[in-house]
Each structure stands twice: as C-alpha cells, then as structure tokens.
C-alpha cells in the first residue's frame, strides 16, 4: 500500500532540501572560483612577460 500523500510530502521536503544545497554549492563554487582568479591572473601575467622577453622558454612552457 503507498501512502500518496507521505510520498508527496517527502518530494516537496527532498526537493527544498536539494535547493539549498544547490544553493550553498554555489556559493562555494564562488568563492573557489574568486580564490583560483588570483592565482589565473599572474600566471596570465608570467606568461606574457615570458613571450615578450623569452619567447623560446615561452613556447617550451606553453607546449605543456
């Protein structure tokens, strides 16, 4: 025997629950993303300072 109405209640408590955590995985995914930028822009910085004054080191390095 299923109890519809358990089994309704139970998706709309599961579904508030999995929009919260979609939630809070954003915010993580964020701030992760705001953490790594720093480090993306130097090494963007580096390696154009490296093309500019070291091209074959450049390329060695871009080939990886």
């Known amino acids: ?3 519809l109405a ?3 209640a139970d998706q709309k408590k599961l579904a ?3 929009k919260t955590l979609q939630s809070e995985l ?3 995914e964020a701030e992760g ?7 993306y822009d130097a090494r963007a ?3 154009q300072y490296l093309y500019q004054r070291d091209k074959e080191l450049w390329q ?4 990886q």
Not at 60 to 63: T, V
């Open 33 to 39: 993303a705001a953490r790594r930028r720093a480090f």
């Open 60 to 63: 060695s390095l871009e080939g």
């Open 45 to 47: 910085k580096y390696f």
């Open 1 to 3: 025997y299923l109890d």
């Open 6 to 8: 358990q089994i309704t």
């Open 26 to 28: 954003a915010t993580i």
């Open 16 to 18: 508030l629950e999995i």
